[in-house]
């Protein structure tokens, strides 16, 4: 499976967490996410995301074709947590232990997209072992200044090649990138000229 990643963020990299995403959510966006949930083949999240998702999504009734409660009511969730030892949510199955050999496992497995929304810090640690497959950005026109945000101040450094852009009518860019490796650098030799 391709692992990838969906995250919302502010211009200056703050990940959503307040309401500053919905005066920005249009039907435009709605498509796009609801096409993303649609190509889920599983899922994998953070703690602190599942938990937000399964006393959401886990708890309403159907709604009736609702990509996104369908995706996320039927098909398998893997949570990476050393805590969570008896998840309520049907389809839930916890990895620990060796997380990095757990994703492995998942990505060889056949299938489409096995996908990780929001999860900030379990999004950085994929990253950091070079396990992102795809990286979507949804990106508000809106900083904050302050928060957490999706991209630590340290820590590898990675080339992104830019796969799709688009914006919607309310201002969002969605940028979905592939991952690339060590990016490359321009020497940084002095320029006798100036």
Same mark, same amino acid.
């Given at each position: 499976?391709?692992?990838?990643?969906?995250?919302?963020?502010?211009?200056?990299?703050?990940? *959503?967490?307040?309401?500053?995403?919905?005066? &920005? !959510?249009?039907?435009?966006?709605?498509? %796009?996410?609801?096409?993303?949930?649609?190509?889920?083949?599983? %899922?994998?999240?953070?703690? #602190?995301? !599942?938990?937000? %998702?399964?006393?959401?999504?886990?708890?309403?009734?159907?709604?009736?074709? &609702?990509?996104?409660?369908?995706?996320?009511?039927? #098909?398998?969730? !893997?949570?990476?947590?050393?805590?969570?030892?008896?998840?309520?949510?049907?389809?839930?199955?916890?990895?620990?232990?060796?997380?990095?050999?757990?994703?492995?496992?998942?990505?060889?497995?056949?299938?489409?997209?096995? *996908?990780? &929304?929001?999860?900030?810090?379990?999004? @950085?640690?994929?990253?950091? &072992?070079?396990?992102?497959?795809?990286?979507?950005?949804?990106?508000?026109?809106?900083?904050?200044? *302050?928060?957490? #945000?999706? %991209?630590?101040?340290?820590?590898?450094?990675?080339?992104?090649?830019?796969?799709?852009? @688009?914006?919607?009518? #309310?201002?969002?860019?969605? *940028?979905? !990138? @592939?991952?690339?490796?060590?990016?490359?650098?321009?020497?940084?030799?002095?320029?006798?000229?100036?």
């Amino acid at each position: 499976m391709k692992l990838t990643t969906t995250t919302w963020v502010t211009v200056d990299g703050v990940m *959503q967490g307040g309401g500053w995403v919905m005066p &920005h !959510y249009d039907d435009e966006g709605a498509t %796009f996410l609801n096409g993303i949930y649609g190509r889920a083949e599983a %899922f994998l999240l953070g703690r #602190r995301t !599942y938990d937000i %998702f399964a006393a959401s999504w886990g708890t309403w009734e159907d709604p009736g074709d &609702h990509p996104i409660w369908t995706a996320l009511n039927t #098909r398998p969730k !893997y949570v990476a947590s050393t805590t969570l030892t008896d998840p309520q949510w049907s389809g839930t199955t916890v990895l620990t232990g060796d997380l990095a050999s757990a994703v492995a496992e998942l990505k060889a497995a056949p299938g489409g997209e096995l *996908q990780v &929304h929001g999860s900030g810090v379990l999004v @950085r640690w994929l990253l950091e &072992h070079r396990l992102v497959d795809e990286l979507t950005l949804l990106i508000c026109p809106v900083v904050l200044g *302050q928060g957490t #945000r999706l %991209f630590p101040d340290a820590g590898v450094d990675t080339g992104l090649d830019l796969v799709k852009s @688009r914006s919607t009518p #309310r201002g969002v860019t969605i *940028q979905v !990138y @592939r991952p690339t490796g060590r990016p490359e650098y321009a020497s940084a030799a002095p320029n006798p000229d100036t």
